[in-house]
């Protein structure tokens, strides 16, 4: 299984804001931490705003905030709402055209892996993540103490 770049962005934008705490992001500021492109970037942000993990403020004094507190958000739930395919072969899907379907258990061995691996991240939160590392993290998002 191969976890989407939307993914690992999505992960990134949250794990910046939730370094950064009270203070406000902009998309800007996190695209050049992470030496990503800035419109996808901002793909990911508005993707974030709609279900619900962050608020972006508009204006001078605006920016974007979590929405919720580290320890709310979800690793599983995340996963889901921003990977759209989590297809593992093609007899998961509606256009499977595998011959051997009728007689194979590779599906139902696969469900239960990636049921398992969903279990597995609805175990942590963003606030996991963070843990001890969070000095850290600061220190290599160039954030600085007191943010």
Do not use: W
């Not at 709609?50 to 508009?58: E, P, Q």
């Amino acid at each position: 299984m191969h976890l989407t770049r939307f993914t690992d962005y999505s992960l990134r934008v949250l794990i910046f804001l939730a370094v950064k705490g009270e203070e406000r992001s902009t998309i800007q500021e996190i695209a050049e931490r992470f030496e990503v492109s800035h419109n996808h970037l901002m793909k990911v942000v508005q993707e974030l705003g709609h279900k619900g993990y962050i608020t972006a403020i508009r204006g001078k004094n605006g920016g974007l905030l979590l929405r919720k507190a580290p320890e709310e958000i979800s690793l599983g739930a995340l996963i889901r709402d921003t990977e759209h395919d989590l297809l593992l072969v093609e007899c998961f899907g509606d256009q499977n055209e595998c011959l051997i379907t009728p007689a194979c258990r590779l599906k139902p061995i696969l469900a239960e892996a990636l049921q398992a691996f969903l279990a597995v991240l609805d175990q942590y939160t963003l606030a996991d993540m963070l843990g001890p590392q969070r000095p850290q993290l600061a220190q290599l998002l160039r954030i600085e103490p007191g943010c």
